[in-house]
């Protein structure tokens, strides 16, 4: 089976912390990718990865970076945490047979 | 800019019942994803779809693809209370492209 593991699964943060999420699979994908999720507005892509050190901005790139120094893990950064980057962090890998959620994030920020 | 529809966005359904969801897509693509949510949880694949006229089935879950007319179905057969969840499809636009994702569709099978 394919895993996808996401670090923690609650975090609380302070405001103006750097807080880092980080994203692990072991089925070798080339694609990896954050969202994020809100009552709402559905699931927004923040970045994505295509290959080792490559990365392209979704639709909400503002206030995040991203890292992918080794194809497995995949890293979502948050400069300087703010209080409307309270939400649902989803990561997933793919490949050309399908794609796959971890666990979730679930983050406060306060 | 591929564009994703679901609908309908919410369903309430009697057990026993058969319902469908529809998810339209505005370009081609031969990649198409179903997923479930559970309140609070991640989301579960349930079918990969990846060319025309492909149907697969678990359960009393059945999902197709016409990339023709650029619409996927999932169809509920007899639905069960155990069903109730958020479904999503997710549409691949090309391989190794970024997951375009349809609204979701909350389905909720009473007894």
């Known amino acids: 089976d394919v895993k996808v593991t996401q670090s923690s699964r609650y975090l609380v943060k302070r405001t103006g912390e750097k807080v880092f999420l980080e994203c692990v699979q072991d089925?070798?994908?080339?694609?990896m990718f954050w969202y994020r999720q809100d009552p709402g507005l559905g699931l927004r892509l923040i970045y994505f990865s295509y290959d080792v050190k490559m990365k392209e901005k979704g639709d909400i790139p503002e206030g995040y970076s991203v890292s992918r120094e080794k194809k497995e893990r995949f890293s979502l950064i948050l400069e300087s945490a703010s209080t409307n980057q309270t939400s649902m962090y989803l990561c997933?890998?793919?490949?050309?047979?399908?794609?796959?959620f971890g666990q979730g994030t679930r983050l406060t920020v306060v | 800019e591929l564009k994703v529809e679901q609908n309908p966005l919410f369903l309430s359904m009697q057990e026993e019942k058969n319902y469908t969801i529809y998810c339209n897509y505005s370009?081609?693509?031969?990649?198409l994803y179903w997923y479930r949510q559970d309140p609070g949880k991640s989301l579960e694949s349930l079918f990969v779809l990846l060319s025309n006229g492909a149907v697969k089935q678990e359960g009393r879950l059945m999902a197709s693809l016409d990339t023709k007319a650029r619409l996927s179905t999932l169809h509920i057969t007899a639905a069960v209370h155990d069903l109730s969840a958020t479904y999503f499809c997710a549409v691949e636009e090309t391989s190794g492209s970024r997951l375009t994702f349809g609204e979701g569709t909350q389905l909720t099978v009473n007894p």
């Open positions: 997933a890998s793919s490949f050309s047979g399908g794609a796959f």
């Open positions: 370009t081609t693509s031969d990649r």
């Open positions: 089925m070798d994908h080339e694609n």
